[in-house]
């Protein structure tokens, strides 16, 4: 069974960073887009950023500069750095692997913004 696993959630003040990791566990990792989305109480699940095989990045408008997406295929990791933290970014984030019409989503990390 595939799985991932996100670790580095918590709390952290405005203006603060914070840098998530995806670990995944029987993948052919290097051909998967990678991505991380996240859900706030209330609304849809909204893409962040994702990576392509080919290292090709993707951000949403309110993340640019500010977050950055990376991979690591040797360590089969994805990770998210997040600089200059607002209140808004507060919720649940998910790791997600893609490939063609196959997804496979981690249980998602709490991240908390907050003074």
């Known amino acids: 069974q595939v799985q991932l696993v996100e670790s580095g959630g918590g709390l952290v003040q405005p203006g603060g960073s914070l840098k998530l990791s995806c670990a995944a566990f029987?993948?052919?990792?290097?051909?998967?887009?990678m991505g991380w989305y996240r859900q706030a109480p209330g609304k849809q699940r909204e893409l962040v950023a994702a990576?392509?095989?080919?290292?090709?990045?993707n951000y949403a408008d309110s993340v640019k500069g500010r977050f950055t997406i990376s991979r690591d295929n040797a360590k089969n990791t994805v990770y998210l750095q997040m600089n200059s933290l607002k209140a808004e970014d507060t919720a649940v984030y998910y790791c997600?692997?893609?490939?063609?019409?196959?997804?496979?989503w981690g249980q998602g990390t709490q991240v908390t913004v907050s003074a």
């Open positions: 990576i392509t095989r080919t290292y090709s990045t």
């Open positions: 997600n692997a893609n490939l063609d019409q196959h997804n496979y």
């Open positions: 029987r993948l052919t990792f290097g051909i998967w887009t």
